[in-house]
Structure formats: C-alpha cells, structure tokens
C-alpha cells in the first residue's frame, strides 16, 4: 500500500528555523517525483514546489524560491521543506504528494498534512 | 504566475449535474493537456479525481469527467451525491516547469 506519512504539527516562533518531513513506502520512492502544497488558514491550495528524489532536482514556485528549501534522502524514502528563518505568515498546512508523472505533475497518493503554527 | 481562475462557489441538488470551470492562459492550460481536479474536504488530505484532463485515478467514480478547450478546463459531475460537497481545486502544468493552482471551488450539495 502506497503512504506517505508526514512528521507531527509543529509550534514555532518568528525567527526560528524548521524542518518538516515525509516519508514514503509502499513504493519505488525514487521512481516518483514529489509535490509539496500548502493551505494558509481558509485559503486555497498552493504549490511550492516539487522533487525528484533519484537526483534531488528541484522545481520551485517563483513564490517560494528563496523562502523554502525543498531536499531529499532517497536513503531513507524521505522528502522534506525546511524553513531558516520563519515568518507568522508561515503558519498553515503543509502537504507533500506523490506525482503520477513527471509532466501532469498530478499528485496521487497525499500525506496527511503537517500543520505550522508561528507565533510569537 | 497567476492562479487558475474558479468560480468560487457552485450548488446542486441530488442527481443533478454541474460543471465547474478553470481559466488559465497559453502559459498553462492552453499549452499542455496537463490540467488535474482535486477533492477537498476540510480537515483531510486533497483527493485526486482527474489528471491529464480527463483520466480518472483508479477508484474513482465515473460521475466525475473533466474537458478542456483552449485555456479553459472544465469539472463535470453527474448524479450529484450528498458525499460530493467540498471544495475542488484545478490544477496545471505551466511552460514554466511549475504548477499552478486555481482559487478553489466550494460545491454545495442542496
């Protein structure tokens, strides 16, 4: 059965850094690229970027370029978003997804959402 | 890169059909036959119901159909359910090796 699990919700404050993960099995892992979304509270769906584990290459939105970085550890079937320096406006729910292929970069198989709270 | 423009709410009643629209530009939805629908209810992950325009993921009800022409792709749901209010998001794939999202569609079953 294909999953992707992602790390537990975290509480961080202005400034701090972050690292969140996920983790997938049931699969070739390196033979699918990964999304990462994030839903700021009540807003919509927005793509920050995605990756392909078997080289670490990276597409990013020219809306987080420089604000996130998305890396991988084929190693241990795990993909990741850090953060060096967070912002309040950081705080929402970060989802990574598997992506069916390359070019439709549709994502078929989610975790189940890891939730950033910055607050001071 | 601008979002995918949605109507930000669509309504039903039971066994009705409706359709629910995205717009993009030659950038995205008019280039590639890359567009994908998602099902979202609050508090769980997205599901995907259509990629490449008009596939289905296996499991996925044949009531759910999705069109494009030029920069506009378009959701389709048939025998609307109780079970199908959420909120539906599209998606595309955009010459610039991103994607990019719609604003979200909320689906109203009444």
């Known amino acids: 059965e294909v999953q992707l699990v992602q790390s537990g919700a975290e509480v961080k404050k202005p400034g701090e850094s972050l690292r969140i993960s996920c983790k997938g099995s049931g699969y070739n892992f390196a033979n699918y690229w990964i999304n990462w979304v994030r839903q700021m509270p009540g807003k919509g769906l927005e793509w920050l970027g995605r990756i392909d584990p078997s080289d670490s290459y990276i597409n990013y939105s020219p809306s987080f370029q420089g604000h996130v970085t998305i890396s991988v550890d084929k190693s241990i079937s795990t993909a990741y978003v850090q953060w060096s320096s967070l912002k309040a406006s950081d705080s929402a729910i970060y989802y990574c997804a598997r992506i069916i292929n390359y070019s439709s970069s549709a994502g078929d198989y989610w975790g189940q959402g890891t939730q950033v709270t910055v607050s001071s | 890169q601008s979002a995918l423009t949605q109507p930000a709410s669509v309504s039903g009643s039971p066994g009705q059909s409706i359709t629910i629209s995205c717009t993009g530009t030659?950038?995205?939805?008019?280039?590639?036959?890359?567009v994908s629908w998602y099902q979202h209810h609050p508090g769980k992950a997205p599901k995907l119901m259509i990629y490449n325009v008009n596939e289905r993921p296996s499991g996925v009800s044949n009531r759910f159909s999705g069109s494009k022409s030029g920069n506009t792709a378009s959701l389709t749901i048939s025998g609307l359910q109780a079970e199908d209010e959420a909120d539906y998001y599209c998606s595309s794939y955009t010459t610039s090796s991103t994607v990019v999202f719609g604003g979200g569609t909320k689906l109203t079953v009444l």
């Open positions: 030659s950038s995205d939805v008019g280039t590639y036959n890359y």
